[in-house]
């Protein structure tokens, strides 16, 4: 079974930066090899696309509202995923989510019925 553990989540005031990991476990499946994306849910929204990157880095994608202040990276090595995030703003409070892709690892997609395994989530809140 994937497990996959976000963290690095936390208060951060307006402007701030913060880099959200994701790692995952698998005894034939994980980060390492496979598509991986992040989500966000705020309180009472649905939940959104955020960032997502294929196997080796090479295809990445995000949502409009995050571009040119998240970067969504991973070290294979580390078998870990990153989004680093700068200049929060306060409508960046949510839950942050990340989950591997069902099947494909060169898949870099928006789509959420595609992921199948996902992590409890790091809480990201931002201050005005």
């Known amino acids: 079974q994937v497990q996959l553990v976000e963290s690095g989540g936390g208060l951060v005031q307006a402007g701030g930066s913060l880099r959200l990991s994701c790692a995952a476990s698998s005894d034939t499946r994980d980060v390492a090899g496979m598509g991986v994306a992040w989500f966000r849910q705020a309180p009472g929204m649905a939940r959104e696309f955020v960032a997502c990157?294929?196997?080796?880095?090479?295809?990445?994608s995000y949502v409009d509202s995050v571009k040119g202040r998240f970067t969504i990276s991973r070290d294979n090595a580390k078998d870990t995923v990153y989004l680093q995030m700068n200049s929060l703003k306060p409508e960046d409070t949510a839950v942050y989510l990340c989950a591997q892709h069902r099947l494909y690892a060169d898949a870099c997609s928006r789509t959420i019925g595609e992921y199948l395994y996902w992590g409890q989530g790091t809480q990201v809140t931002v201050s005005s």
């Open positions: 990157i294929n196997w080796n880095g090479a295809s990445t």
